[in-house]
């Protein structure tokens, strides 16, 4: 299990990404925390909106996460944004383009689910 370090609310953040997808087959991305030795819910790296998104893209949660998550993406290598922007009330969310291999890496298992259910 690959840990991202997270520096958010004055500490140091382990957290591990779960691959997984929202019920339209969209790919989802889930954080726990292990600052503790034992996993705890964080949050969700990604917001779920109306259509059906083009294969490892998925709209980022700004609005939980805060813009400095889109930093927090590039410096991890996790993956670019597409330019596109989904709209909920008033958020706005940019859509990223994940990297196939860096999904590989956070979450093997998830990332084959995700796959599959792509075919």
């Not at 779960?18 to 996993?39: F, K, Q, R, S």
């Not at 922007?85 to 383009?97: A, I, Q």
């Amino acid at each position: 299990m690959k840990l991202y370090d997270l520096k958010k609310y004055g500490s140091v953040h382990p957290l591990q990404l779960e691959v997984c997808t929202y019920p339209e087959g969209n790919l989802a991305i889930t954080m726990t925390t292990w600052e503790d030795g034992a996993p705890e819910p964080w949050d969700t790296l990604t917001v779920n909106l109306d259509g059906v998104r083009k294969r490892e893209c998925a709209f980022i949660d700004t609005n939980n996460n805060g813009q400095e998550i889109l930093k927090w993406i590039a410096d991890h290598k996790l993956g670019v944004p597409t330019g596109l922007l989904g709209f909920s009330g008033y958020c706005v969310y940019p859509e990223y383009h994940f990297f196939p291999d860096a999904l590989k890496e956070m979450d093997p298992e998830g990332y084959t689910e995700y796959q599959s259910q792509q075919k």
